[in-house]
């Protein structure tokens, strides 16, 4: 807004997810020396499979209108965004099976199965339920931090 940007707009930037995730994947690139579209790939399939973008609306449905709230709804967005780089991070050196990201993300999480599987029942019960609040949302975040190896989940 310094230079001119109409706040709208720098706010809509500053906000978007995209770029967030576009920050992050580049981060992993470089962290892992792997090329930025397989870490891409790789991102989106976590994404989709471990319902990462659902989750991610469901925090950003949370209430903001209080001081508190809106601090612990930007922390739990903040968290996702961290455990999903670490996630990706952890797939990707787990080794290139030669396939699409999917494959590597199917790969992966056979190595995980137990832990995966408990994550993705959790996800849907609160799905089916049709109620996401603070302790859902933390729960299931919570749930999905287990999935990084040496997270003390």
Not at 23 to 49: F, N, Q
Not at 83 to 96: D, L, N, P, Q
């Amino acid at each position: 807004m310094d230079e001119g940007v109409p706040e709208e707009l720098a706010r809509a930037v500053r906000t978007s997810p995209d770029l967030i995730s576009a920050l992050d994947i580049s981060s992993v690139s470089r962290s892992t020396g792997r090329p930025v579209g397989e870490v891409a790939a790789v991102h989106l399939a976590l994404e989709e499979h471990l319902r990462l973008g659902w989750l991610r609306a469901r925090i950003l449905d949370l209430p903001r209108d209080e001081r508190w709230p809106a601090l612990a709804r930007a922390a739990l967005r903040d968290d996702l965004h961290v455990i999903h780089s670490a996630i990706t991070a952890e797939v990707v050196r787990s080794g290139w099976s030669g396939g699409d990201g999917r494959e590597q993300v199917r790969d992966w999480i056979a190595t995980t199965d137990t832990a995966a599987m408990r994550c993705l029942r959790l996800l849907d019960e609160i799905a089916a339920s049709g109620r996401s609040n603070l302790a859902t949302v933390s729960v299931a975040l919570r749930e999905i931090r287990t999935l990084v190896r040496g997270s003390g989940g």
